[in-house]
C-alpha cells in the first residue's frame, strides 16, 4: 500500500513539474546575488562585444621604440592612478604618465584599456563556453555512471582518474596541439575556419569534468535510494521520465556550480597555452596571456598585473553568484 501511495505522489508530482518550471526564473529573478552577478556578466559581454568601439586604439600595436629595451626594466607608461612626472633613467626606464593612456602602457608600449577591452572580448566568452562544456559532459558522464552502475560506472570513475592524473596543463596543450591541427586540415577544403574560441573551451573543458561527475554521480546514488525515485520506478514510470523528472533537476545546477569554480584556472591556462603558441588564437591577447606577459613585472610594476587578474576574479565571483542562484532556483524542494 505504501509503494502505491508513494507512487501516486511521484506522478502527481510530475503533472506539478510543468508549473515548477514555470516558476524557476521567478525564483531567481528575486535573488539579489543572482540577479548581480547575471547583470555584471551580462555588462562585461557587451563590453566585450563593444570593444573595437570602446578602445581608444584599435589594435594596441607595440611601438617600436620601447621594444628593444630591456624587457626585464619595465618600460611601462603608468596609469593615471600613479602617474607622476619622472623621467626614464638607466636603471627604471619606466616612462612618465601620458593621458592618451588612462591605464598606462605595457612593456609593449601597447594601451592598457584597449588590451583588457579585447582580452575581454576574447576570455569571457571562451571561459563561459568551457564552464558550460564541463557542466554538460561532467554531468552526463556522472548521470550514466550513478544510473547504470556496472561497467558502465567503473569505465567512467577510471576515465576520471586518468583524467585527474595527467597534469591540467599538459593535457591542455596536448588537446589543443592535437585537434586544432586536423580539424584546419578538415574544415581548409571546405572553406571554412577554425575558430579559436570553440577550439580553446574544448582543450579547457578536457580534464575539467572529471570532479564534476564524480559529485554527479554520488548525487545520482543518492537520489536513486529515496522513497520517492524507488516507488515511482516499481510503478512503471519510464526511466526516460524519471531520470528527466526526479534525477536531472537535483544535479545540473549543482554541476553548473562546481564547473563556475574553475574558470580562473582555466583562463590562467589559456594564457599559457597563447604564451607558447599553442592553438588557434586571435590576433590580441586574451586576459590570461595578458597576465602570463606580464608576471615577470610582478615586483616592479604589480599593477599591470592586478588589473587583468581583477577582470578575471570578477567575471569568476559573479558567475558563481549567479550559479548558487540558478541551483537554488531550480531546487525542486525550493519549488514545491
Same mark, same amino acid.
Given at each position: 500500500?505504501?509503494?502505491?501511495? =508513494? @507512487? ?8 506539478? =513539474? ?10 531567481? !529573478? ?17 563590453? @566585450? ?14 611601438? &617600436? ?11 611601462? !607608461? ?19 604618465? &601620458? ?6 602602457? +605595457?612593456?609593449?608600449? $601597447? ?12 576570455? %569571457? ?7 558550460? %562544456? ?36 599538459? =593535457? ?13 586540415? %578538415? ?15 574544448? =582543450? ?31 510503478? @512503471? ?32 591556462? &589559456? ?7 599553442? @592553438?588557434?588564437?586571435? !590576433?590580441? &591577447? ?31 565571483? $559573479?558567475? !558563481?553568484?549567479?550559479? +548558487? ?12
Amino acid at each position: 500500500m505504501s509503494t502505491a501511495v =508513494a @507512487g501516486r505522489s511521484a506522478l502527481q508530482d510530475e503533472g506539478g =513539474a510543468r508549473r515548477r518550471r514555470r516558476r524557476w526564473y521567478t525564483s531567481l !529573478t528575486r535573488d539579489p546575488l543572482a540577479v548581480i552577478g547575471g547583470v555584471t556578466l551580462l555588462v562585461l559581454a557587451a563590453v @566585450g562585444l563593444l570593444a573595437p568601439r570602446l578602445a581608444p586604439f584599435h589594435p594596441p600595436q607595440a611601438n &617600436d621604440t620601447v621594444f628593444f629595451l630591456n624587457r626585464f626594466a619595465v618600460p611601462h !607608461t603608468p596609469p593615471f592612478f600613479l602617474g607622476d612626472d619622472t623621467e626614464p633613467t638607466l636603471t627604471d626606464p619606466s616612462l612618465p604618465y &601620458d593621458p592618451a593612456h588612462k591605464l598606462g602602457t +605595457d612593456w609593449e608600449s $601597447r594601451d592598457m584599456l584597449s588590451l583588457l577591452l579585447y582580452g575581454l572580448r576574447f576570455s %569571457l566568452p571562451v571561459g563561459l563556453l568551457a564552464v558550460c %562544456l564541463v557542466a554538460l559532459i561532467g554531468t552526463a558522464l556522472g548521470l550514466t555512471a550513478g544510473w547504470l552502475g556496472g561497467s558502465s560506472d567503473q569505465m567512467v570513475l577510471r576515465a576520471a582518474d586518468l583524467a585527474e592524473a595527467v597534469p591540467a596543463i599538459i =593535457a591542455y596543450a596536448l588537446f589543443a596541439a592535437v585537434v586544432s591541427e586536423p580539424a584546419t586540415s %578538415l574544415l581548409a577544403p571546405l572553406g571554412l575556419q577554425l575558430n579559436a574560441i570553440p577550439v580553446t573551451a574544448l =582543450a579547457l573543458s578536457c580534464v575539467g569534468w572529471a570532479p564534476v561527475a564524480r559529485l554527479v554521480r554520488a548525487q545520482v546514488l543518492s537520489l536513486k535510494a529515496t522513497e520517492r525515485v524507488e516507488a515511482a520506478h516499481a510503478t @512503471g514510470v519510464p526511466t526516460r521520465r524519471l531520470v528527466v523528472r526526479h534525477i536531472l533537476p537535483h544535479t545540473t545546477a549543482a554541476a553548473l556550480v562546481a564547473a563556475s569554480s574553475q574558470l580562473p584556472v582555466m583562463l590562467l591556462a &589559456d594564457g599559457l597555452l597563447g604564451g607558447i603558441g599553442i @592553438g588557434p588564437r586571435p !590576433t590580441m &591577447d586574451s586576459l590570461g596571456e595578458l597576465l602570463f606577459h606580464e608576471f615577470v613585472y610582478t615586483v616592479r610594476a604589480p599593477v599591470f598585473v592586478l588589473m587583468p587578474t581583477a577582470l578575471i576574479i570578477a567575471m569568476s565571483i $559573479r558567475l !558563481t553568484a549567479f550559479s +548558487d542562484g540558478l541551483q537554488r532556483a531550480l531546487d525542486p524542494e525550493t519549488l514545491r
